[in-house]
């Protein structure tokens, strides 16, 4: 039982609820990080966090609105919808055009999915959180290997990198 009467989560939930997106959030990051990208581990953790505690922060918003009056029109699904607004601002902010081409569209998009990670987690729904961490890292890893054998080969680019990103 939380300490606050009026409060939806524990202490113990709490940490368990931040801590999967700081651990998923980091698996993704790790991808990030590994490919040299200029948002990596702490970012994409960061992200994760944050999205899972403003998702935690509404639930308690809500309770409160519902017990100060029956007439509230309090509505949580509001913050989700500002969190990965913001989330993605931030992935935006990774996509650069370099002469003809585009650079950290992978990267800006690992944020925004870091983001919807962060809110299944702070929801508490982990299995949604762990499905969607494993298959962006198996778009991240397994496309990318595959990219780049396919395309780089046939392109002459041949950079070991995993594309433009």
């Known amino acids: 039982m939380p300490d606050n009467p009026t409060a939806v989560f524990d202490l113990l939930q709490l940490a368990e609820r931040l801590g999967i997106a700081v651990l998923l959030g980091g698996v993704i990051g790790l991808d990030r990080e590994w490919h040299d990208r200029p948002a990596g581990l702490r970012t ?16 308690e918003l809500f309770l409160m609105a519902e017990e100060a009056s029956d007439s509230s029109r309090a509505d949580p699904v509001r913050v989700v919808e500002a969190v990965l607004t913001g989330v993605a601002f931030l992935g935006a902010g990774t996509i650069i055009q370099a002469s003809r081409r585009l650079e950290g569209v992978t990267t800006g998009a690992s944020i925004w999915l870091v983001g919807a990670v962060g809110v299944a987690a702070g929801g508490g729904f982990y299995e949604m959180a762990v499905v969607g961490t494993t298959m962006a890292i198996l778009v991240l890893t397994g496309l990318g290997f595959l990219e780049r054998r396919l395309f780089d080969r046939r392109q002459g680019r041949g950079t070991g990198e995993d594309g433009p990103d």
């Open 44 to 59: 994409h953790i960061l992200v994760s966090l944050a999205s899972a505690l403003f998702t935690m922060l509404s639930f």
